[in-house]
């Protein structure tokens, strides 16, 4: 559950403690004091960036309630002390850190090393950018006790995050999050000390790696590709067309593409190389269709068979894909999510290698057609909270338990991980594998993947998956998205837009209601504030504040007889659905 760093003072307290403290640069009271606005004042330091097991994220600035490198210090001295509890062992094994290509993220990567070293705990820091998943990798191969990532992920320029990941590579669980909180809470002001860079690594506390730990990731996304022969032998039949969108995904993406026999590869030149300002896009965002432009003009140009887009941190996958007659269809995420789950599922149960036991997990936000994918192959479905991270916990729980075996792992916002190296979703191995499904499909069996998609709607029914995110900025902002969330607990429904409801759950009550006959059971999953409406016969609508960002998402999952029907049947659902809480979000 997320929590917040605080101090306890008022907003004016808080705002000429940072304007009168010289612990804070020169830099940092000259922005304040530029400020002329009270409510930009209010919204800086009325609340604390919250901290919790997805870490922290804001815009950057200076503040409370912004991204900086006080922050960032007084979260590494939380961090810090929480390692050192567990002793020697755990300072020695120490902390791997990575970073993306926003705005500070390298001297917000370097300043957590040198706050971890300043309290003796050994420090592995990349000598240049890295995508999310290599680092969750990285805490797994090196055996530390924890990890440090820093990015925003898919968020717009003027964002930067700090992620925790503990030594199963997964992000932190609430009861370490709760305990670097506590450790917070103890510290009696802003002032961290630190080492110097040069004095970090005389100790012998801080240790730049690369190429080592590259190799070794490499290595561990081929081995999840099902045909190597036909990749090495048939794959620069395929074209594709690949974006980085200014970020980490550039190099690895290219390298292990180019490496597994996809030769025929063009990056898109005015988005290749990292960018913190992400100057060709509005958003450095897969999910956003604007976000292909310039990769859909080379994708013409070249005639590519997929064109593949990365998000800053590489951890997100978005994919168009070219039909029999040339025109490119945009795959949501939810689609390409089925879409490797069938690849998947079908040829490892061709080759005979598909396991008794075998799981998959996917969020209750990602579209119930992965459900009945997995079921049709007899592969056990485990629905999660949303975020990778409870993905990532039930790998290790099947490890630690013994229950099943863990084959693929998805969520809507285009996130995917097959194989247990590691404990994030990841996008270099997803381009991987689409475009071993691309060639495979094309080459044995002259299919395109929105035929193949086509195939799968026919096979088990069609459905329709829509998310509306809606954002509302500050203290106001959030008081509308409590106003929603209280609304849709209190009113009473049985249908919506003439569909009955199977099933009404409160992640946050941990409640699930039964509609049809008013049972009432337990939801065995942590709380979370989140609504979910279920549809007898398949399909829901669901509520979600971000724990990232100041927007309300909802999603729509929508099954039916055809692509017509979905289109009418969405539209009176959503239709339906806002007009209850329209005048709440105005």
Known sequence: MPVHITTDLKVQEKYKSWLNDDY??????????????????????????????????????????????????????????????????????????AYD?????????????????????????????????????????????????????????????????????????????????????????????????????????????????????????????????????????????????????????????????????????????????????????????????????????????????????????????????????????????????????????????LPQDAVMVKTVASTDLGDKIAESFGVRTVNVLVGFKYIGEQIKDMENKGWGTFLFGFEESHGYLAGTYARDKDAVLAAALLSEAALYYLVEEKKTLPEVLTEIFNRYGYYKDEQVAITLKGKEGQEKIAAVMDFLRKEKRSCIAGLPLEKIEDFQAGQRLFVPSGKVEDINLPRENVMKFSFQGGGFVMARPSGTEPKIRFYFCIQGDSPEQLVTTMGQIKEEFFGGIRDLLQ
């Open 24 to 97: 804070f640069d020169p830099e940092t009271r000259q922005e304040l004091l530029g400020i002329t606005d009270p409510k930009e004042i209010e919204d800086r330091f009325y609340t604390d960036l919250k901290f919790g097991t997805g870490g922290m994220r804001g815009v950057l600035g200076a503040g409370t309630n912004r991204m900086n490198k006080y922050i960032i210090r007084k979260l590494t001295k939380g961090l810090a002390d929480a390692i050192n509890e567990y002793g020697e062992d755990a300072r020695k094994r120490g902390a791997v850190i």
């Open 101 to 353: 290509s926003r705005r500070y993220s390298r001297e917000f990567a370097l300043e957590t090393a040198l706050v971890l070293a300043a309290n003796g705990i050994k420090t592995y820091l990349f000598e240049g950018l890295r995508p999310t998943p290599e680092l969750s990798f990285a805490v797994r191969f090196l055996r530390t006790k924890a990890g440090v990532n820093i990015t925003a992920s898919h968020n717009p320029k003027d964002y930067n995050g700090y992620k925790v990941y503990w030594e199963d590579g997964g992000q932190i669980p609430p009861q370490q999050a709760e305990k670097i909180v506590a450790k917070l809470a103890a510290l009696p002001g802003w002032a961290v000390e630190t080492l110097s860079r040069e004095e970090a690594i005389d100790k012998g506390l801080l240790t730049y790696v690369g190429e080592d730990v590259d190799q070794a990731y490499y290595a561990q996304i081929k081995k999840q590709l099902l045909f190597p022969q036909l990749d090495q032998e048939k794959g620069n039949t395929l074209k594709i067309v690949f974006t980085p969108l200014h970020g980490t995904g550039g190099e690895p993406v290219r390298r292990v593409l180019q490496e597994t026999g996809f030769t025929s590869l063009w990056t898109v030149p005015e988005q290749e190389k990292p960018d913190a300002e992400f100057s060709t896009v509005k958003s450095p965002n897969p999910e956003d269709p604007e976000a292909f432009e310039l990769a859909l003009k080379l994708g013409k140009e070249k005639g590519a068979h997929i064109i593949l887009a990365t998000d800053p941190d590489a951890d997100r996958l978005g994919l168009y894909a070219q039909d029999q007659k040339g025109v490119y269809h945009r795959f949501t995420g939810n689609q390409i999510g089925v879409l490797l789950a069938y690849y998947l599922f079908s040829q490892q149960k061709k080759l005979g290698k």
